[in-house]
């Protein structure tokens, strides 16, 4: 064989080396760019989108005391109302506690760490799924999200917002808010910005004092018997959405 043919198929074979070593390095940076059937599934059971949700949400909260209707308003705090959707889909709440009630004011839940906690015997929670143990009152989903609060549509004074935003709180005025009044559900936090899954109901009296401070995305439109007949350690046994 002449020493050309020989030159020509060992370049041959060099080149066709280079390209299946380039095509292989950069393959697995091809293929997760494209969407696999698993991430596709993952797709389509993610929260609707907010513009595709109705004005108005239905949602049974089922306790120890009997059940609590409520009405979800997701245009008026999207993020928040779709937090507590998913939140209640997943069987999040199901198995907590009340675990702070003030008569004539609140019941609160939506603590992981009250799922097993026994207030009598003064234990430590436990939550439920991983998420801990620690003092009942300071669980959370492992995440937390900001406000949607417009002050302004809540004739909150202008003096009390500069404080308020002098403490950290940051508004949305494009929103229409709802006032923290008798029957609304609203997001219990530790300061501006710290929502996670802790929810309170208002119990008697409208409590303008809480406008600014806590994100309103509902209220009670059937069961403010049971909910002024919750004590301390009742329990959330599910919440249904219906959409």
């Known amino acids: 064989m002449k020493p ?3 030159f020509l198929i060992i370049a041959v074979v060099l080149l066709v080396g280079f390209f299946f070593f380039k095509n292989k390095k950069s393959g697995p940076e091809n293929v997760l760019a494209t969407p696999t059937p698993e991430a596709s599934s993952r797709e389509t059971t993610s929260p609707t989108p907010v513009a595709e949700l109705p004005e108005k949400i239905l949602a049974t909260m089922e306790t120890s005391k009997g059940k609590i209707e409520l009405e979800l308003y ?10 507590f959707i998913t939140l ?11 675990h702070r009630v003030v008569d004539g004011f609140v019941i609160q839940g939506g603590d992981p760490l009250s799922w097993e906690w026994d207030q009598a015997e003064g234990t430590e929670g436990k939550a439920k799924g991983n998420f801990g143990t620690g003092t009942v009152g300071t669980g959370g989903p492992g995440y937390a999200f900001e406000d949607e609060i417009n002050p302004k549509s809540l004739n909150v ?9 002098a403490a950290g709180y940051k508004y949305d005025y494009s929103l229409k808010s709802l006032p923290n009044s008798t029957g609304a559900i609203s997001m219990a936090n530790a300061g501006p910005n710290t929502n996670g899954s802790q929810f309170f109901v208002i119990t008697q009296e409208d409590q303008p004092s809480l406008n600014g401070k806590h994100t309103v995305f509902g209220k009670v439109v059937k069961g403010m018997d049971v909910v002024r007949a919750i004590k301390q350690g009742d329990v959330v046994k599910k919440i249904e959405v219906k959409i």
């Open 157 to 165: 004074p202008d003096a009390v917002i500069k404080q308020l935003e």
């Open 88 to 98: 209640s889909q997943k069987g999040f709440y199901d198995g907590t506690k009340f």
């Open 4 to 6: 050309i043919f020989i």
């Open 74 to 83: 997701p245009k008026v705090a999207p993020k928040t109302v779709l937090n």
